[in-house]
């Protein structure tokens, strides 16, 4: 992973900031059920719109640094990429693409 890549936004979801500590907030992410977590201050990324306690209606997106949600198993996973297996022709096809050949020539 590069440094652009560790340091890229992840966005957790919309959540408000319930409890702050010196090093970290607890977030209650907004969903189909509400969960809360801890997050360290040093990972949230500069487009985050819950950052701390102390502001009235602090609520918005939480947004932070990838190499922490992947750590944390909430990064978005991307497909992987492999190749599509292809199956080989099948003996119909080889026989009409020889006689095709076979007319060509003529």
Known sequence: MTDEERTAPVRLGDGTCEIERPLAILVVLKGVVDEKIWIPKSVLHPDSEVYD???????????????WA????????????RPIP???????WLKDQAARMARAKR
């Open 86 to 92: 292809m199956k080989p022709p099948s003996k119909k």
């Open 70 to 81: 992947t750590a944390q198993g909430r990064a978005p996973r991307t497909p992987e990429r």
């Open 53 to 67: 306690a102390t502001s009235a209606g602090n609520a918005g997106a939480v947004v932070v640094y990838a190499w």
